[in-house]
């Protein structure tokens, strides 16, 4: 009897240290991967800073090539105008060669194409009025370049106003400028454009490093737009119920960070 008694206590004794020894395991494995996902998300948020360092850099590179062609079409239009400045009478028929290779050049190089999307309107604007500019062009010249380089739909918008205005291209081209801030261009279109982005925007899983960062570069987008002050609507996310749908986006972990940090302010 005393023998069954001690095999019965060395047998407790076991089990409990193996569960002891489970327990252990079960924590150690538990803390190993929460040091993993904070060294994760530690990543990705660097990740995110450089491809938004990197997108500023070739945005800048992109307008720094465009007005490289543009100073080189003039440059070469310049040249061309002082080397045949003592040929009388040639002269204004040179001139207008010159003036014909610099807008040949910067059609074909320094023109993007708009792609419709209302938020990239004004960007893609400025960036047509600058490649076009000092070149001299004539309305009915201008509506030609605009069919060319808009997107489908806003082409058909200027392709009928074109037709409509055949015999007069200076009313035309002022008509399609019109049509396309309506639009494209009103602060309002641009505010629902992004509010819809957001509200699209599918929710976030803790190992969607991707789509963190695509959530990233959206919130940059606009968060530029509301320091222009050319969208006052956008204000209403920096409200509480306006900021509220964007955590609800993002990964648990995430968003008891923000609650953390929350409760500071």
């Given at each position: 009897?005393?023998?069954?008694?001690?095999?019965?206590?060395?047998?407790?004794?076991s089990?409990?240290?193996?569960?002891?020894?489970?327990?252990?395991?079960?924590?150690a494995?538990?803390?190993?991967?929460?040091?993993?996902?904070e060294?994760?998300?530690?990543?990705?948020?660097?990740?995110?800073?450089?491809?938004?360092?990197?997108?500023?850099?070739?945005?800048e590179?992109?307008?720094?090539?465009?007005?490289?062609?543009?100073e080189?079409?003039?440059?070469?239009?310049?040249?061309?105008?002082?080397?045949?400045?003592?040929?009388?009478?040639?002269?204004?028929?040179?001139?207008?060669?010159?003036?014909?290779?610099?807008?040949?050049?910067?059609?074909?190089?320094?023109?993007?194409?708009?792609?419709?999307?209302?938020?990239?309107?004004w960007?893609w604007?400025s960036?047509?009025?600058?490649?076009?500019?000092?070149?001299?062009?004539?309305?009915?010249?201008?509506?030609d370049?605009?069919?060319?380089?808009?997107?489908?739909?806003?082409?058909?918008?200027?392709?009928?106003?074109?037709?409509?205005?055949?015999?007069h291209?200076?009313?035309?081209?002022?008509?399609?400028?019109?049509?396309?801030e309506?639009?494209?261009?009103?602060?309002?279109?641009?505010?629902s454009?992004?509010?819809?982005?957001l509200?699209?925007?599918?929710?976030?899983?803790?190992?969607?490093?991707?789509?963190?960062?695509?959530?990233?570069?959206?919130?940059?987008?606009?968060?530029?737009?509301?320091?222009?002050?050319?969208?006052?609507g956008l204000?209403?996310?920096?409200?509480?119920?306006?900021?509220?749908?964007?955590?609800?986006?993002?990964?648990?972990?995430?968003?008891?960070?923000?609650?953390?940090?929350?409760?500071?302010?």
């Amino acid at each position: 009897e005393n023998d069954d008694l001690e095999v019965r206590s060395e047998c407790s004794y076991s089990s409990r240290s193996s569960s002891s020894s489970k327990v252990s395991l079960a924590l150690a494995t538990a803390r190993a991967k929460a040091k993993a996902a904070e060294a994760k998300a530690a990543f990705a948020q660097k990740e995110v800073d450089m491809k938004v360092r990197r997108a500023r850099i070739d945005a800048e590179l992109a307008a720094m090539e465009v007005e490289k062609e543009r100073e080189a079409a003039f440059a070469e239009a310049a040249a061309l105008e002082e080397a045949l400045e003592d040929n009388g009478d040639y002269l204004p028929r040179f001139t207008d060669l010159a003036k014909f290779l610099a807008r040949s050049q910067l059609i074909t190089t320094g023109l993007t194409k708009f792609d419709d999307k209302v938020e990239n309107y004004w960007a893609w604007k400025s960036s047509f009025s600058n490649a076009v500019k000092g070149l001299e062009l004539t309305e009915a010249e201008e509506l030609d370049l605009l069919v060319k380089w808009l997107g489908r739909e806003s082409s058909e918008h200027v392709r009928r106003i074109k037709s409509v205005h055949i015999r007069h291209p200076a009313a035309g081209l002022k008509m399609a400028w019109d049509r396309l801030e309506q639009c494209y261009g009103t602060p309002e279109a641009i505010e629902s454009a992004l509010f819809a982005r957001l509200e699209s925007f599918p929710k976030i899983s803790s190992r969607d490093v991707q789509k963190l960062r695509d959530l990233a570069d959206l919130l940059l987008e606009i968060e530029a737009a509301k320091e222009d002050r050319f969208l006052p609507g956008l204000s209403y996310l920096d409200t509480a119920r306006g900021i509220h749908p964007i955590l609800e986006k993002l990964p648990y972990h995430l968003q008891d960070k923000w609650t953390s940090f929350g409760f500071k302010y």
